[in-house]
C-alpha cells in the first residue's frame, strides 16, 4: 500500500463576501465600485456629454465670480470714499487751535476737560457733563454746528420725553429741551433793548469807572475762576457752589447793558458750550431761580438771543420737581440731574421768602414759552400764603412747613433774611402783571402798614428811621444791611400810584442805609446793624458787634439808591453812591483782579479779606451804580421794566 499524501498545510484567513444587494452586516447597500471603472464603461458619446456639462459649469462659476467681485469692489470704494465727501451745506467749523490756547476764548471750540484742582470744591461738581452722558453731548454737538450755519438745531433733534418717576404725565427728559412754544418775544431785541447797550462816548465818567470796576473783577475771574461759580480773588483760585457758572451767569445782563461787548460775546460762548444742566447736584430752589433762571431770562429779553430762552426752560423744567409737596409748597433744594427734590437736612421748613420769591421767573417763563405748569406752580404758593393764619397786620413769619402748608416758628417778624423779598415780590408781579392782581396789591399795602405799626423805630440821638425786628411782643433794634432794599421798593409802588407817604418813608429810610455806611470808618455797612434807642452821650445812632462787622460787596444800599434818584432827580443819591463805590475800590479791590467781602468795616488799616467775590457784586452792585449814574430816564425804563430781586430785568407784560 502506498502511504496517504501529506495534508496541506494550514491557513488561516478571513473571507468576504459582498453582494450588490448587501453590505457586510446583511444591511442592504451598494457595492463599492472603481469610478475609472465606471467612466470606462461609458460610451464615448456619453463621456462627451459630460465633459460639456462640467465645462459649461466651470464657466458660469466664473463669470459669476467676475461679476459679484466687481460689486464688492464698488462698495469698498464708496466706503472708503464716504468720510472725504463733503455735503451740500456743509457746517462752519474753525480750524484746529493748539491746546496751550484757552478754547473758552474761541467760538465752536470743542469742550475740554477743565483741569483737576484737587484744593477746590467737592469732588462730584464738574463744569461739563459727566462722560457717560453721550446724549446730550450729541445734543450740544448738534447745537453748535447749527449755530455755526446760523440755524437753530430742529425740535426734532433735541426733543425727548419719559413718564415721570413723580408724576402720571409726561415730562421732558433729563438732558434734552422741551419743545419751544410760540413765543411772544421778538425774536431780535426790542427797540429798548438795543438802548440799553449804551456806547463808551455816551458814558459819564462815573459810569466809567463803573466800567473799569467791572472789567478788574471780571479780569479776575476770567483768569482764576473761568466757568466756576465765585472768584477768591485772594488766593487766585475759586470756589463752587452748584458748578454752574453762577458769576458768568449773573453778570450777562450787566456786560450788556454796560457796552462790554467782547465780554458778552466771549460769555454767551460758555453758555452755549459748556453749561449743561444734565448733573448730579443739589441746587438751591431759591438761589438758582434768581440768579441762574433770572439772569438767562433777562439776556434773552436784553440781546434777544433764543439759546438764553433755551437754557431758561430746560433749567427751569429740572426745578420742577421742589414743588411735588403735599402742600404744594415747594422743597429748598432740588437735584437738577435726578429730579430728587427735599427739604434741608436739619428741617422740613423752607423759608418764606425763598418760595415767595421765585414767581417773577417762573410766570415771566410761562408767558414766553406758553407752557402753564410754571406759573400755575408758583401762584398756588401764593394763594395758599395769603390765606394762612399767623400773619401780624400783613406780616409774614419766617418759615413755613412744606408738608403741613403752615407757618411754623410764630410770632417772630423781620423785613430781613429769610422775609425780606417776600414783600418785594408783592408789589413787583403786582407792576410785572399790569397791575391788575388786586390781591398782590392788597397784601403788599397791608405790609406796608403793619411795618409802620409794629418795626418802625427812631434812633437816637440822629432821629434815624430804621426797621427792627419783632419777637413774641418784643421789639429789637436790629437791621440787617438786606433791610435796604426796602427804600427802593418803596419809592417805586410811590412812582405807580401808591401813597405818596410811601416815598417819604422811602427817603427816610435811604438816609438811615446811607449812615449805615458812612458811619463806618470804611464808608461800608456791615452786614447787621443795632440802633441806639436812648440819649447817651458819646454814643453813636449805629452800633456794631463785632461778630456782625464784615461786608459781603452786597447791593441793598446803592440798589435803593438807583431807585431813588431815578424817581426823585435829587443828586445827592448819586454822590452817596460814588462815595459807597470808592470804598469799594479802597478796601475790597485785589491787585491782581477781583474784589473781596471784608471782615471788619471798622478797621481801614486792617480790613481782613475774606478771600471770596459773590456773584451779586458783578450781577447786582456794579449794575445798580451803573444805572445810578446814568441821566437817562429810558436806559432801563421803571415803567417797562421790573427788576427781580438779583438785579435782572424782565419786562412789564403788556395790557392784553
Same mark, same amino acid.
Given at each position: 500500500?502506498?502511504p ?8 488561516d484567513f ?7 444587494d448587501?453590505?457586510?452586516d446583511?444591511?442592504?447597500? %451598494?457595492?463599492?465600485?472603481?469610478f475609472?471603472?465606471k467612466?470606462?464603461?461609458l ?7 459630460v465633459l460639456?456639462?462640467l465645462?459649461? %459649469?466651470?464657466?458660469? /462659476?466664473l ?8 460689486e ?7 466706503s ?6 463733503r ?7 474753525? *480750524?484746529?487751535?493748539? #491746546?496751550a490756547?484757552?478754547?473758552?476764548? &474761541? ?5 475740554? !476737560?477743565?483741569?483737576r484742582?484737587f484744593?477746590?470744591?467737592?469732588p462730584?461738581?464738574?463744569?461739563? +457733563? ?15 454746528? #447749527? ?12 426733543q ?12 421732558p427728559e433729563?438732558g434734552?429741551q ?22 463808551? +462816548?455816551?458814558?459819564?465818567e ?9 472789567r478788574?473783577a471780571?479780569a ?10 465765585e472768584? @477768591? ?8 457752589w452748584?458748578?454752574l ?5 449773573? *453778570?450777562l ?7 462790554? !461787548?467782547?465780554e458778552f460775546?466771549e460769555a ?5 458750550q ?25 439776556? &434773552? ?5 433764543v439759546?438764553?430762552?433755551? @437754557?431758561?426752560?430746560?433749567f ?50 410761562s ?9 400755575e ?14 400773619k ?9 412747613? $412744606?408738608n ?9 417778624? =423781620?423785613? /430781613? ?11 413787583k ?17 397791608? *405790609? ?7 418795626l418802625?423805630?427812631r434812633?437816637?440821638?440822629g432821629?434815624? =428811621? ?14 440787617d444791611?438786606?433791610?435796604?432794599f ?9 412812582h ?8 417819604e ?9 446811607y449812615?449805615?455806611?458812612r458811619?463806618?470808618?470804611? /464808608?461800608?455797612?456791615p452786614?447787621i ?19 456782625d ?9 446803592v440798589?435803593?439808591?438807583f431807585y %431813588? ?13 460814588w ?6 475800590? $479802597?478796601?475790597?479791590?485785589v491787585?491782581?483782579? /477781583? ?23 458783578l ?14 430816564p ?10 427781580? $430781586?438779583?438785579a435782572?430785568?424782565l419786562?412789564v407784560w403788556?395790557?392784553?
Amino acid at each position: 500500500m502506498y502511504p496517504p499524501p501529506p495534508l496541506p498545510p494550514r491557513r488561516d484567513f478571513i473571507s468576504v463576501t459582498l453582494s450588490p444587494d448587501r453590505s457586510y452586516d446583511g444591511v442592504p447597500g %451598494l457595492r463599492r465600485r472603481s469610478f475609472w471603472r465606471k467612466w470606462k464603461q461609458l460610451s464615448r458619446l456619453q463621456r462627451n456629454v459630460v465633459l460639456f456639462l462640467l465645462a459649461f %459649469l466651470m464657466l458660469c /462659476g466664473l463669470l459669476s465670480y467676475i461679476s459679484v467681485a466687481d460689486e464688492w469692489k464698488a462698495v469698498g470704494s464708496r466706503s472708503a470714499e464716504g468720510p472725504k465727501m463733503r455735503p451740500a451745506n456743509p457746517p462752519v467749523l474753525p *480750524a484746529p487751535r493748539r #491746546a496751550a490756547e484757552n478754547p473758552e476764548t &474761541f467760538a465752536g471750540a470743542s469742550p475740554q !476737560k477743565p483741569p483737576r484742582h484737587f484744593r477746590r470744591g467737592p469732588p462730584n461738581l464738574q463744569i461739563r +457733563a459727566p462722560d457717560g452722558d453721550a446724549k446730550d453731548r450729541r445734543q450740544e454737538e448738534a447745537q453748535r454746528r #447749527a449755530e455755526a450755519v446760523g440755524q437753530a438745531p430742529r425740535e426734532d433733534e433735541v426733543q425727548g420725553s419719559r413718564v415721570s418717576r413723580r408724576g402720571t404725565g409726561p415730562e421732558p427728559e433729563q438732558g434734552t429741551q422741551p419743545p419751544l412754544r410760540k413765543t411772544e418775544a421778538p425774536a431780535r431785541p426790542s427797540p429798548q433793548a438795543l438802548g440799553t447797550r449804551n456806547s463808551p +462816548a455816551s458814558q459819564n465818567e462815573r459810569q466809567k469807572a463803573v466800567v473799569a470796576a467791572f472789567r478788574h473783577a471780571w479780569a479776575g475771574y476770567r483768569k482764576f475762576a473761568w466757568g466756576h461759580d465765585e472768584l @477768591k480773588p485772594v488766593s487766585k483760585s475759586f470756589s463752587e457752589w452748584f458748578g454752574l457758572g453762577l458769576t458768568l451767569i449773573d *453778570a450777562l445782563d450787566t456786560m450788556w447793558i454796560l457796552g462790554l !461787548k467782547k465780554e458778552f460775546e466771549e460769555a454767551r460762548k460758555w453758555v452755549s458750550q459748556r453749561l449743561l444742566f444734565q448733573k448730579n447736584v443739589d441746587v438751591n430752589l431759591f438761589e438758582s431761580t434768581i440768579r441762574i433762571l433770572g439772569g438767562l431770562l433777562s439776556a &434773552f429779553h436784553l440781546s434777544g438771543d433764543v439759546l438764553f430762552l433755551k @437754557k431758561a426752560e430746560d433749567f427751569g423744567n429740572r426745578l420742577m420737581p421742589a414743588f411735588q409737596t403735599p402742600s404744594k409748597i415747594p422743597y429748598s433744594d432740588v437735584n437738577i440731574g435726578t429730579g430728587v427734590a427735599h427739604p434741608p437736612r436739619w428741617t422740613s421748613d423752607s423759608t418764606v421768602a425763598e418760595v415767595t420769591s421765585i414767581q417773577l421767573e417762573f410766570r415771566e417763563l410761562s408767558r414766553l414759552t406758553g407752557v402753564k405748569k410754571f406759573q400755575e406752580a408758583v401762584e398756588e404758593v401764593t394763594r395758599r400764603v395769603h390765606s394762612l393764619r399767623g400773619k401780624k397786620d400783613g406780616l409774614v413769619p419766617m418759615f413755613i412747613n $412744606t408738608n403741613s402748608g403752615l407757618f411754623t416758628h410764630l410770632g417772630v417778624f =423781620t423785613l /430781613g433774611a429769610r422775609a425780606d423779598s417776600y414783600y418785594e415780590y408783592l408789589l413787583k408781579q403786582w407792576i410785572q402783571g399790569g397791575k391788575k392782581e388786586t390781591q398782590l396789591l392788597e397784601d403788599y399795602l397791608e *405790609a406796608v402798614e403793619g411795618i409802620k405799626k409794629h418795626l418802625l423805630h427812631r434812633s437816637e440821638p440822629g432821629k434815624l =428811621t430804621f426797621v427792627g425786628e419783632l419777637a413774641h411782643g418784643r421789639f429789637s433794634a436790629k437791621m440787617d444791611h438786606l433791610v435796604c432794599f426796602l427804600p427802593g421798593t418803596l419809592a417805586l409802588g410811590a412812582h405807580h400810584g401808591l401813597p405818596a407817604d410811601h416815598m417819604e418813608l422811602a427817603r427816610a429810610l435811604m438816609d438811615t442805609c446811607y449812615q449805615m455806611n458812612r458811619q463806618m470808618e470804611t /464808608g461800608l455797612s456791615p452786614e447787621i446793624v443795632h440802633f441806639n434807642l436812648h440819649p447817651q452821650k458819646s454814643r453813636k445812632d449805629v452800633q456794631v458787634k463785632a461778630a456782625d462787622r464784615h461786608n459781603l460787596l452786597r447791593p441793598e444800599t446803592v440798589e435803593s439808591l438807583f431807585y %431813588l434818584y431815578r424817581l426823585t432827580g435829587d443828586r445827592k443819591y448819586q454822590d452817596w453812591g460814588w462815595e459807597i463805590l470808592r470804598s469799594f475800590n $479802597t478796601y475790597t479791590r485785589v491787585p491782581s483782579g /477781583g474784589y473781596s467781602s471784608i471782615s471788619n468795616v471798622q478797621d481801614p488799616r486792617s480790613p481782613q479779606p475774606r478771600d471770596k467775590m459773590e456773584s451779586f457784586f458783578l450781577g447786582e452792585t456794579l449794575k445798580y451804580l451803573y444805572l445810578l449814574f446814568s441821566d437817562d430816564p429810558d436806559l432801563l425804563s421803571l415803567d417797562t421794566y421790573v427788576f427781580n $430781586t438779583e438785579a435782572h430785568p424782565l419786562p412789564v407784560w403788556a395790557p392784553s
